[in-house]
Nanobody
Framework: QVQLVESGGGLVQAGGSLRLSCAAS????????MGWFRQAPGKEREFVAA????????YYADSVKGRFTISRDNAKNTVYLQMNSLKPEDTAVYYC?????????????????WGQGTQVTVSS
């Protein structure tokens, strides 16, 4: 069973940056696609970014493209989300997710395991 633990959330002013980390247990991490999703108050959870098992392909929601960068370090079983130029509308709980790389990165159903989430709050 793979466990995911997110860290790095917090309070930041608009225009600032944060880097989220997601540490994974288990040997399957290196063959897993990894993604970040977020859920704002009163809204459904939405896709933010994803990365293929090799790290060779990345995918982003239009709302974060050019501002966020997803990366992974398979030697450390960790995936990162670098968030720059943060906006108040980025405020949400951010979740890390992982699963067998099926090539369906945008959909929550494609992921087999999830972290507990980390709060990101961007003040205006």
């Amino acid at each position: 069973q793979v466990q995911l633990v997110e860290s790095g959330g917090g309070l930041v002013q608009a225009g600032g940056s944060l880097r989220l980390s997601c540490a994974a247990s288990g040997r399957t991490f290196r063959s897993a696609a990894m993604g970040w999703f977020r859920q704002a108050p009163g809204k459904e959870r939405e896709f933010v970014a994803a990365i293929s098992w090799s790290g060779g392909s990345t995918y982003y929601a239009d709302s974060v493209k050019g501002r966020f960068t997803i990366s992974r370090d398979n030697a450390k079983n960790t995936v990162y989300l670098q968030m720059n130029s943060l906006k108040p509308e980025d405020t949400a709980v951010y979740y890390c997710a992982g699963g067998r790389d099926r090539g369906s990165y945008y959909f929550q159903i494609a992921y087999d395991y999830w972290g507990q989430g980390t709060q990101v709050t961007v003040s205006s």
